[in-house]
């Protein structure tokens, strides 16, 4: 199982940056994506998820109203559209994947998942 997140980078303030997460190795339709990140010097948080079908969403109040999370299961791929980006938003990204065949879930916590990207650096400038 391979989860290669891709599409950081250095942004200015109120810039925006997509990242994508191409997964091979698993049914990708079969999986409940997330994506959460750490900056330096903090602990790992949530971002947002999707479900199986891309249905249904969910975010970290953080991110509300500014990042979208889709998904496109015919190219194994989940993305992360980041909107008004802010210093704050600075942090590695990571991608998250995990076996959910059945229901109609998205997962905000850390330990639900259990495939990992190897992340993807956002730096955003004031």
């Known amino acids: 199982v391979q989860l290669q997140a891709s599409g950081g980078g250095l942004v200015q303030a109120g810039g925006s940056l997509k990242l994508s997460c191409a997964v091979s190795?698993?049914?990708?339709?079969?999986?409940?994506m997330g994506w959460f990140r750490q900056a330096p010097g903090k602990e790992r948080e949530f971002v947002a998820s999707?479900?199986?079908?891309?249905?249904?969403?969910d975010y970290g109040d953080s991110v509300k109203g500014r990042f979208i999370i889709s998904r496109d299961n015919y190219l194994s791929t989940v993305y992360l559209q980041m909107n008004n980006l802010a210093p704050e938003d600075t942090a590695d990204y990571y991608c998250?994947?995990?076996?959910?065949?059945?229901?109609?879930?998205?997962?905000?916590?850390?330990?639900?998942?259990?495939?990992w990207g190897q992340g993807t650096q956002v730096t955003v400038s004031s």
């Open positions: 190795g698993l049914q990708f339709n079969r999986y409940v």
């Open positions: 999707i479900t199986r079908s891309g249905s249904r969403r």
């Open positions: 998250a994947a995990d076996f959910r065949p059945h229901g109609n879930v998205v997962l905000t916590r850390e330990e639900s998942y259990r495939y």
